[in-house]
């Protein structure tokens, strides 16, 4: 039995109530007018301190109390909570599946823009009079190989003449 006791001196009212499905209100501590009374909890509890589902104080067998704050307190399904802790951890895990993914994301693009980004080391104009191999032939290199295009017999004489020569003065060179 919920007993509630309320008033002072001579005018004292008491209250029993049943403890499971009710609850005694008191509509004086809401600043309301009238009498003490029995009021029903909320269906999903078995005890309670008032009206609302958050307001449970004790559950039926088949139901676990949940309190996901400090004045919250509510009455789900065992199964149901059961299942929502489990699908809450498969939650985490496709998170941190996902937030891995993102990293791998982000550093292929930093790795994809980093070798199209021309380096300094690699953005040296090719001086065609360096590519010339033994006799005038064109070196080119396939693979990491170096290989060297043939020259026709008597025209490496002409290749070498047709190559302007500039030599760089002392103010030009760097």
């Not at 029993?16 to 309301?32: F, I, K, L, V």
């Not at 380096?119 to 396939?142: D, E, M, Q």
């Amino acid at each position: 039995m919920v007993v509630l006791t309320v008033g002072v001196g001579a005018s004292v009212a008491t209250l029993a109530c049943s403890p499971d499905r009710h609850y005694a209100w008191n509509p004086q501590e809401m600043g309301a007018t009238g009498s003490l009374s029995c009021r029903p909890c909320h269906y999903t509890c078995r005890r309670c301190s008032g009206l609302q589902d958050y307001e449970c104080t004790a559950c039926w067998s088949d139901a676990e109390l949940y309190n996901p704050s400090e004045d919250q307190n509510f009455c789900h399904p065992r199964i149901l909570l059961n299942a929502y802790h489990s699908q809450q951890s498969w939650y985490m895990v496709l998170l941190i599946i996902l937030l891995g993914l993102l990293v791998l994301v982000l550093i292929l693009a930093v790795m994809v823009l980093r070798a199209r980004r021309p380096s300094n080391r690699t953005s040296l104009k090719i001086n065609p009079v360096a590519n010339l191999g033994p006799l005038g032939s064109i070196k080119s290199t396939v693979n990491g190989n170096t290989a060297y295009a043939p020259v026709a017999r008597g025209d490496s004489e002409q290749l070498m003449t047709k190559i302007p020569f500039h030599d760089l003065t002392s103010d030009e060179e760097i």
